[in-house]
């Protein structure tokens, strides 16, 4: 990991809804990301961690250009990729690759594994037959997988070899950045460590930078430099890997780390007091947290908390929370 910034995001937001009808009818928005701000270093391993429905997912699609944000701004190397996504799209999928969650379901089933890996050879580099033998094989043995298998279907392949097709596909175009959204949450736990291996070997291989999302502590921690906790749409705990899960900030990163299952340990499933989820179409005015929160005060409940160091600690590790917890109580 270097210091040099490859992805920006300041401020970024995606509304969904909202408008008005023909007959002037107000329609009700959904805020799905709010506020958004991080950067991407080169080289690193970035973990966004969350629950179902906190946002993780539309970061991801946003900062692959397949949605565009309705406020603030991601940029790559200075350039908006909104535009990019827009003006040059080609050119903004040869830098920048998505795994999706589903490995069999993202394949084409009626394409063999050959035309799957083929198609960005040929659209995207625009490689010769030749060229494309060769890049073929070299994709296959990255991901430990036999050539007799590109003749294949999807459905003739485990849930674990076809994320690891997934992985090849993006891998094709030799992008810099390859956004991983639950790449392994539908995996048996045997079959995660193996493809969490072939990730971090293919990292150091070429030179990639990820963005790894995922509701999974554990995993998260396995293979993050930095990890970024989202919560109804916002960054609420942002700092190293180490700082985070060791030394945690934020109540809500604290239930997640409660909530994580581990044996002889009895998990929680809810917050520190009886709530529902934040309604989306009626969010509160404060903390979004606040009321599943037991350090929560009055001013939690009237003024959102900005994402900052606290307390003259380390200044990398940041948390939106007027109440911050000094040590891990978990």
């Known amino acids: 990991m270097t210091d040099e910034m490859l992805i920006s995001i300041e401020r970024a937001e995606r509304v969904f809804g909202g408008g008005k009808t023909l007959f002037g009818r107000q329609l009700p928005a959904v805020h ?5 701000t991080i950067d991407v270093r080169k080289g ?3 973990g966004i961690v969350g629950e179902s429905g906190c946002g993780k997912s539309t970061l991801a699609r946003m900062l692959t250009g397949l949605d565009r944000p309705t406020g603030g701004s991601i940029t790559f190397q200075g350039l908006d990729l909104a535009e990019e996504a827009r003006k040059n799209p080609k050119a903004l999928a040869r830098r920048v690759q998505y795994v999706f969650q589903d490995p069999v379901s993202s394949l084409n089933p009626r394409k063999k594994i050959r035309d799957v890996l083929e198609a960005p050879l040929i659209h995207l580099l625009g490689l010769s037959r ?8 070299t994709l296959m043995d990255a991901v430990n997988l036999a050539p007799e298998f590109l003749d294949r279907y999807p459905h003739e392949f485990s849930g674990g070899q076809a994320q690891r097709i997934g992985i090849a596909r993006a ?3 030799n992008p810099e950045v ?3 959204d639950e790449p392994v949450s539908a995996l048996d736990v045997s079959v995660q460590a193996q493809v969490l291996n072939i990730l971090d070997d293919l990292k150091a291989r070429f030179g990639l930078t990820y963005i790894f999302i995922s509701h999974d502590l554990s995993v998260v921690e396995t293979i993050s430099d930095r990890v970024a ?3 109804f749409g916002r960054i609420v705990e942002l700092g190293g890997r180490d700082a985070v899960f060791s030394r945690t900030l934020h109540p809500y990163t604290r239930l997640l780390l409660n909530s994580a299952p581990a044996p002889g340990k009895t998990a929680v ?8 989820l934040p309604d989306p179409y009626n969010p509160p005015r404060g903390c979004a947290f606040a009321a599943r929160c037991s350090e929560a005060a009055e001013i939690c409940a009237t003024t959102v908390p900005p994402v900052e160091a606290k307390h003259g600690r380390d200044t990398a590790h940041q948390t939106a929370c007027h109440h911050p917890l000094m040590e891990r109580t978990s």
């Not at 799905?32 to 958004?36: E, T």
């Open 269 to 276: 499933s809810g917050g520190d007091r009886d709530a529902e």
């Open 44 to 46: 690193e391993t970035l």
């Open 171 to 173: 891998l094709a175009a």
């Open 130 to 137: 030749a060229e494309r033998a060769k890049r073929l094989e």
């Open 178 to 180: 390859i956004v991983l």
């Open 229 to 231: 906790v989202m919560y």
């Open 32 to 36: 799905a990301v709010q506020d958004v």
